[in-house]
């Protein structure tokens, strides 16, 4: 079974399935599973470390897989681009950041130019720089974004760019997501929290299990956990994670946690460390309702796809359509 | 032409699009408008005006047309749910406020009751108090609501109440929007913006021009406007409307803007009077980006089904699915 779109087409993959470049998460072997299960598997390059890139595009093997950057922290240190696309990656996902001064040299090393973008003045601006594929991205999704929401974003960004594929990301985990988004107008989905609760993605055990365990209605969004990690990211992006004691704690007091950073980013590494997620933040999107297990990455695929073909097939049996 | 859902047969309406009950705006005319187009029109109590209500029910004559409520607000006059239930609406439409104290006289009135829920726990509490539909609202609209979006809060109220039909509000404005929101799981759409950029909704032609030409990257959740006119909601409940120089000027300035209300509420009003939007809010949401005009009712019914039709059918090009 294959759902073939036009990204699928341009990105030589089976289904219209790419998996987020969550930091540190989205390892060589996710992505590479990811990849050979139909998807698009990338690499979460997140705040760069050139040995760690390293070891997990080993790891992924001769797997087809991407890199995605954190662009504005990737710019700091411009040599992680060349790095990757010296290892001829398929394609390069730029997220956060000015585009234009990393598009020339990603197209010239031959890798497809994906782009997330949060603003429909984001998703002119990508294409203006030649991007090949969009990402629309809502701000319901776990991590970093702006406040776009996917349901409305993503038909606005595909009437903006008629001629550019579309992956339509946040708030996707399972099939109903994948054909909503095929319906307004995206041409596939990236993939965050859903494959974050796999077998094979990085990360604490026991982070996956909150994932699993959590409802959509205690998330939240804030710069809270980027101040007790010291990784304040530039304005307006602001991250969502799963509520917990100290988001709770410090909730509305930012300019205090700021005064008490020391010691308390000692406390929050040491709670990052253990796995003690009453204080380090799980990163999470609303989509933790529609997530109550950790299956390996190609069972998701592979349930993602199924149910997505029942629904684009109309063997649905809760809508009739009578033409007159 | 024709889709229908369990909620369509529930309503007993041809088309599963609901018009939201926006104060004011939405009136006897464009609730008796959307219901002889095939949908369900809900006039909009708002904040509780009898004589209002009594001539815009009058004023939609025999069209079958629900009433809703701003829940709270009603609460402190329950003789308006007494008033409206005694000329006998198929249904009433509860939002922002508790359920059960006035589901019981609802019912035994023979009216349905719809309860728009903005979390999860709001579902399940107004499924144990009898509702018989739900509206999944997602913070992404127009006007009052919580923070749940759309795309991930329809699946997760679909998976947590599964014998309750289900319409999804806020960011829908086209078909693309009601075919999405029917494989994400719901029976059918409310529509809020889009109805109001109408030839019947009520309210000023500078407002619908106002939402014909604004981008959804510019719209923004706030409490101003209701410190402004005096209409302070309880929390956790935020607005969204169109930024304007009103909203840029007070951005994080609630608790100054409260110390000079005298005064500000006294411009403000005279601003909403003649039509200056540059200080009155336009009540609207994220899909002002798919609303380029401002037809009919009638119309936007039929190019929504149209479209929405045509998804549904299969007769996209844009994805092919094949079984093996």
């Not at 093997?61 to 890199?67: F, I, K, L, P, T």
């Not at 497809?112 to 973008?117: G, K, M, S």
């Not at 990360?203 to 299990?209: I, M, Q």
Request: aromatic share 6%; glycine share 10%; hydrophobic share 45%.
């Amino acid at each position: 079974m294959s759902i073939s779109t036009r990204l699928t087409d341009l990105l030589k993959v089976q289904h219209p399935i790419l998996l987020a470049p969550m930091d540190i998460v989205s390892n060589g072997q996710l992505a590479a599973t990811v990849s050979r299960a139909g998807g698009f598997g990338i690499i979460g390059g997140g705040y760069g470390d050139e040995s760690w890139l390293a070891r997990e595009m080993g790891v992924a093997g001769d797997a087809r897989v991407g890199v995605g950057f954190i662009t504005w922290s990737m710019a700091k240190r411009p040599r992680l681009l060349d790095f990757v696309l010296e290892r001829r990656p398929p394609a390069i996902m730029l997220s956060f950041g000015e585009v234009r001064p990393h598009a020339g040299k990603i197209k010239k090393a031959g890798a497809l130019l994906i782009c997330q973008v949060q603003t429909l003045e984001q998703a002119k601006d990508a294409v203006a720089n030649d991007a090949d594929i969009l990402v629309a991205q809502g701000a319901e999704g776990g991590g970093h974004g702006i406040s776009r929401s996917t349901f409305p974003f993503v038909p606005a960004v595909a009437d903006a760019v008629p001629h550019i594929p579309i992956a339509a990301a946040r708030g996707v985990a399972d099939g109903r997501g994948l054909a909503a988004a095929l319906m307004l107008g995206a041409d596939g989905v990236l993939i965050g929290t859903r494959f974050h609760a796999s077998q094979e993605a990085a990360g604490s055990a026991a982070a996956k299990e909150c994932i699993v365990s959590a409802t959509g209605d205690n998330t939240i969004r804030s710069i809270l956990f980027d101040i007790a990690r010291r990784n304040v990211w530039p304005a307006p992006y602001t991250g969502r994670v799963l509520r917990n004691s100290f988001s709770e704690k410090w909730r509305g007091r930012e300019a205090e946690l700021l005064q008490h950073q020391d010691e308390e980013a000692d406390r929050y590494a040491k709670s990052r460390a253990v796995g003690d997620f009453d204080t380090a933040a799980v990163i999470a999107g609303e989509a933790v309702d529609l997530i109550n297990d950790i299956p390996p990455a190609a069972e998701i695929v592979r349930r993602m796809v199924t149910e997505a073909a029942g629904l684009l097939s109309g063997a649905s049996n809760r809508y009739r359509v009578a033409q007159q």
